[in-house]
């Protein structure tokens, strides 16, 4: 079955950085547009990155631009984001997303890894 498995979360202080990973497995990685969502506490979920399969578009929430990168290793199933300047408002549960564009197609999700910025 698809598994989603997100890692690379924790405590950070403000301005500091954190680099998630989500490797992916029992699909074509290669074939499926990779996402990051974030879900703050008491709020919905929203999103953040994107990167289309070849890796020549991503694209970015506009409170994350500038400081987040998302990247994709096809060779290693995994998707990556980069998070540089974080703000106590980047605290939230952050989610690996993959869909493979047809809109019939299943969505899948990662169970999520906590990201804490505090000081």
């Known amino acids: 079955q698809v598994q989603l498995v997100e890692s690379g979360g924790g405590l950070v202080q403000p301005g500091g950085s954190l680099r998630l990973s989500c490797v992916a497995s029992g699909l074509t990685f290669r074939t499926h547009v990779m996402r990051w969502y974030r879900q703050p506490p008491e709020k919905k979920r929203e999103f953040v990155a994107s990167?289309?399969?070849?890796?020549?578009?991503?694209n970015y929430a506009d409170s994350v631009k500038g400081r987040f990168t998302i990247s994709r290793d096809n060779a290693k199933n995994t998707v990556y984001l980069q998070m540089n300047s974080l703000k106590t408002e980047d605290t939230a549960v952050y989610y690996c997303?993959?869909?493979?564009?047809?809109?019939?197609?299943?969505?899948?999700w990662g169970q999520g890894t906590q990201v804490t910025v505090s000081s």
């Open positions: 997303h993959a869909h493979d564009s047809v809109p019939s197609s299943p969505h899948y």
């Open positions: 990167v289309s399969e070849s890796a020549a578009i991503m």
